[in-house]
Every structure is written in structure tokens, then in C-alpha cells.
T-cell receptor, first 111, second 115 residues
Framework: KAGVTQTPRYLIKTRGQQVTLSCSPI?????VSWYQQTPGQGLQFLFE???????NKGNFPGRFSGRQFSNSRSEMNVSTLELGDSALYLC??????????FGQGTRLTVV | EDQVTQSPEALRLQEGESSSLNCSYT??????LFWYRQDPGKGPEFLFT???AGEEKEKERLKATLTKKESFLHITAPKPEDSATYLC????????????????FGTGTQLKVEL
């Protein structure tokens, strides 16, 4: 059974640019959540999508956005990148029971 | 606001030396408490979900327990391959904010098991 797939694994971007990250959940899972992980703040919830609708949102600025497609794949977009956006971005999928399974993450570096 | 505090921040054990990691939490209504293991540069790996006080779950050398205020992850006779960061997270029931699958994480316990 394939796990959660995130692409790309690594990205280097320049301040002011925008970036799009992709997440393919486990087959049959309709819930996709995004998290930002940094050494100082740990894992912080960005947002969750379920059946193409944003169901929950964390305390991040509007530069962070996402969407989910009819096949449950999700994308996350960050516009006007700042140095502080450098982090490991993690995607988790769930069948909407409770257990969430994470992908390997996308390491974003903003220079 | 849901909060999770893990202790200790770091723990160094000798192989075979058993110990426990602590996770204290405050949550409006606990839907589930989760334990994950994370290796450097990788995503968290799911270990356990606990739903109610008194519940216990085991997997190999790991055993997780839950009370109304905290959870413990007991590691029995650890091996070097158990070295990792162990993360605790809580999920609350819905309510006005809609619930969903949001997890609130602690900052983790970094475990090092030496020969």
C-alpha cells in the first residue's frame, strides 16, 4: 500500500518568489492536512482539506494557501516568500477516522 | 487553546536501560492522543492512538498509557535503533471551530540510545 507522497523533496527559492508544494494522500483517504516544522516552533498546523473544502485553518498569514482536487491530491502555495518560511513542510492524510499518516516532507529553503 | 508539553527535551540511555517519556496535555475535549516517531529529515511515523483514560497500547519495546492529564511512552530495554525524536499530539473534538483532523503537537523528546 503506497504511503503519502510529497513532491518535490527539496526546494530552494529566493525571497519574494512563490512556491507550490504537492501532496498525494493514501488511496481512499479524503482528509489532507499540512504542517510546518521548524527547529524553534516544532510542528504547527497550517490547514486541512476534506472533500475539496478547507475544514480547518491554523494561525498563518494569508500568504499560505491550499487546495484539494477531486482525487484528494492537495497543493499548498506560499506567495511572497520570506526567509522565515524556510522549513520542512509536511502533509498528512487520514480516512477521517483519527489516525493521520505523514509524508516525508518538502524541505524549503528561502535565500 | 490546546497545549501539549513533553519532557524531558532530550534523553540519553544505555542499551537495555528502560525509561519513560512524558506528555502533559490540556484540551477542551480529547478525541485522541497520538505518539509519533521522527527520524532526522523524515516525516513522523505513526506509533499509537489512545482515546480514553486507562487505555494502554504496546508495540515491540514501546508501551503507551493515558490518564486524564498526561500520557507516558515507556521504552523497555531500548536498542540503538530506537534513537529518534518522539512526538506527542492531541486532537480535540469539534465544536464551534469545526474540529476536523487538526493535531496539536508537543516539541518532542530526542532519545539517544547508546551501546
Amino acid at each position: 500500500k503506497a504511503g503519502v507522497t510529497q513532491t518535490p523533496r527539496y526546494l530552494i527559492k529566493t525571497r519574494g518568489q512563490q512556491v507550490t508544494l504537492s501532496c498525494s494522500p493514501i488511496s481512499g483517504h479524503r482528509s489532507v492536512s499540512w504542517y510546518q516544522q521548524t527547529p524553534g516552533q516544532g510542528l504547527q498546523f497550517l490547514f486541512e482539506y476534506f472533500s475539496e473544502t478547507q475544514r480547518n485553518k491554523g494561525n498563518f498569514p494569508g500568504r499560505f494557501s491550499g487546495r484539494q482536487f477531486s482525487n484528494s491530491r492537495s497543493e499548498m502555495n506560499v506567495s511572497t516568500l520570506e526567509l522565515g518560511d524556510s522549513a520542512l513542510y509536511l502533509c498528512a492524510s487520514s480516512r477521517d477516522g483519527i489516525e493521520a499518516f505523514f509524508g516525508q516532507g518538502t524541505r524549503l529553503t528561502v535565500v | 487553546e490546546d497545549q501539549v508539553t513533553q519532557s524531558p527535551e532530550a534523553l540519553r540511555l544505555q542499551e537495555g536501560e528502560s525509561s519513560s517519556l512524558n506528555c502533559s496535555y490540556t484540551v477542551s475535549g480529547l478525541r485522541g492522543l497520538f505518539w509519533y516517531r521522527q527520524d532526522p529529515g523524515k516525516g513522523p511515523e505513526f506509533l499509537f492512538t489512545l482515546y480514553s483514560a486507562g487505555e494502554e497500547k504496546e508495540k515491540e519495546r514501546l508501551k503507551a498509557t493515558l490518564t486524564k492529564k498526561e500520557s507516558f511512552l515507556h521504552i523497555t530495554a531500548p536498542k540503538p535503533e530506537d534513537s529518534a525524536t518522539y512526538l506527542c499530539a492531541v486532537q480535540a473534538f469539534g465544536g464551534l471551530t469545526g474540529g476536523g483532523n487538526k493535531l496539536t503537537f508537543g516539541t518532542g523528546t530526542q532519545l539517544k540510545v547508546e551501546l
